[in-house]
């Protein structure tokens, strides 16, 4: 049972480069969100998906997109990496239940944009 | 999504209690108010989840006043180990999205 998993765990970029971060969860939840936390600062959610099928944009989607492959997986892609983009980013899934929610994290993709 | 508010940081030494509170005015009657602790370099994780009263766990206690407009996390007898930045995160069960504030850094001195 390994949770929630990010792959990769470090990634340098060249400016222009393009990637995708791959995550995958094994909790059988139906919400998945994607953040990214610079230095000393709190998470940002990027873009989240509800359930299979459907994504949304967050506070800071601009130079992403996503893929909600299927109810386990969920796929964030630069397209254009720029340095600005230099940052941890998050997986997460939640466990919702009317107004009780449990957020599981992944343990990371420290990406270097140069 | 009910906004919360948390002191930007705290500190205190070894073998004290410290207690963290969190503002949350606009909390729904249906929203539990959840506690996380994420260490440098590591996602969040769970320490404490409460929907009113008094909440106890082997690491921590939450305490929800009845008008459960804020919440307190307590942290007995800290060590240098629960140095980390603790977040407050209030359930809502009409939006998907998890917005989470700035977080409390909590420093534990020797």
């Known amino acids: 049972n390994a949770g929630v998993t990010q792959t990769p765990k470090f990634q340098v970029l060249k400016t222009g480069q393009s990637m995708t971060l791959q995550c995958a969860q094994d909790?059988?939840?139906?919400?998945m969100y994607w953040y990214r936390q610079d230095p000393g600062m709190g998470l940002r959610l990027i873009y989240y998906?509800?359930?299979?099928?459907?994504?949304d944009k967050g506070e800071v989607p601009n130079g992403y997109n996503v893929s909600r492959l299927n109810k386990r997986e969920f796929s964030l892609r630069l397209e254009s990496a720029a340095p600005s983009q230099t940052s941890v980013y998050f997986c997460?899934?939640?466990?919702?239940?009317?107004?009780?929610?449990?957020?599981?994290f992944g343990q990371g993709t420290r990406l270097t944009v140069v | 999504l009910a906004k919360t508010t948390q002191p930007i940081s705290m500190d205190s030494y070894e073998g004290q209690e410290v207690n963290i509170t969190c503002s949350h005015n606009n909390i729904a009657t249906n929203d539990y108010i959840t506690w996380y602790q994420q260490f440098p370099s590591q996602g969040p994780r769970f320490i404490i989840q409460g929907y009113k009263t008094k909440v106890t766990n082997e690491v921590a206690s939450l305490f929800i006043p009845a008008d459960r407009k804020s919440s307190t996390l307590s942290l007995p007898r800290v060590s240098l180990s629960d140095t980390a930045v603790y977040y407050c995160?209030?359930?809502?069960?009409?939006?998907?999205?998890?917005?989470w504030g700035a977080g409390t850094k909590l420093i534990i001195k020797p």
């Open positions: 995160l209030v359930g809502d069960s009409s939006n998907y999205q998890l917005i």
């Open positions: 998906s509800a359930s299979e099928g459907t994504t």
């Open positions: 909790m059988n939840h139906n919400s």
């Open positions: 997460a899934t939640a466990r919702k239940d009317r107004g009780n929610t449990e957020a599981f």
